[in-house]
């Protein structure tokens, strides 16, 4: 594989996500009419600020060593 195909996939597969949420906005604009709105894009943000501020607060318990999820038997 010669450097410049090798430089290119590397640029995909590390902003693979942005690709995918790229397309995901492109196929819902066409299935859904009047899809860029600003109340869709709200209701997102909402929707997943609770479980955004539960994740952190979860990751930080577990990075300070309170809390293990290893199985004890």
Known sequence: MNPRTRRAL???LDN?????LV???VVFSIAIPNYFQLGIF???IEASSVLGVMSIGLALVIITGHMDLSVES
Not at 16 to 20: I, K, R
């Open 23 to 25: 397309v995901v906005l």
């Open 42 to 44: 709200a209701n997102i």
């Open 16 to 20: 693979l996500v942005w690709f995918m």
């Open 10 to 12: 590397e640029f995909v």
